[in-house]
């Protein structure tokens, strides 16, 4: 069975070109899947829907290579999953692109030695800068701190939270995080806390997580200290 895929980036754009393109090369219309999608991004239900179905035998046909691939070696990683399936592969525009064919197949072969030595050139350069950063006392690794998007659910996280509305499960849901864990650190650095003394939960940024004290307790401690 022969399959289409079509994308474009915008909802401004359309279809029809590749899809008239399709139906020309003899292509079922309900064997036509299509996404709209930038070509940076990686999520594609289209796409996924269509390698869901493909079975040995099948050919998946593109308008352009750049269609259906982010990159060369994101286009080198599907046809060798097609390959391996028993799967062909076809570009209308890029004729010679046909894995039905010996001189198809040279080709998508020389391709993937291209891709191998873009992927070497770029562990040699990534080696050679930590190399050069550790010589200079650079700092290496992850930066402290939460990514912009973490930011942002740190702070809807506290809003849910101190709004006692929802549950601590229907936080998580609506932040999209996956554990409690996740979810209490992320209060923990808006400034929940939990006394030291008598375990009341509280809010305060500026005392540490694992040694904090209630507004009674605090005081306590204070009156102890300055009579010692």
Known sequence: MT???????TKSQKHDLQVDAFLKEGIDA?????????GAKSERKG??????KLREGDT????KMDRIARSLSHLVKLIEDFESRGIHFKSIQENF???????????????????QLE????IERTRAGLESSRRRGV????????????????????????????????????IEVGSKRTLYKYL?????????????????????????????????????????
């Not at 198809?104 to 020389?110: A, Q």
């Open 139 to 174: 700092r290496l690794g992850r930066q402290p701190g939460l990514s912009k998007k973490a930011q942002h659910k740190a702070i809807l996280a506290e809003k849910y939270y101190r709004e006692n509305k929802l549950s601590v499960e229907e936080i998580m849901k609506l």
């Open 3 to 9: 399959f289409g895929y079509a994308r474009v980036s």
């Open 119 to 122: 992927r070497d050139i770029i």
């Open 97 to 115: 692109i046909d894995t039905c064919s010996p001189h198809g197949k040279f080709v998508f072969n020389l391709f993937a030695s291209i891709a």
């Open 30 to 38: 309900k064997n036509i899947y299509a996404d709209i999608s930038s």
């Open 188 to 228: 923990a650095l808006q400034g929940r806390r939990t006394c030291k003394e008598c375990e009341a939960l509280f809010w305060d940024k500026h005392q540490a997580i694992d040694s904090s004290f209630c507004t009674k307790h605090r005081r306590a401690k204070s009156i102890l200290e300055n009579n010692l």
């Open 47 to 52: 796409l996924d829907e269509l390698l869901s």
């Open 60 to 63: 998946v046909v593109v308008w």
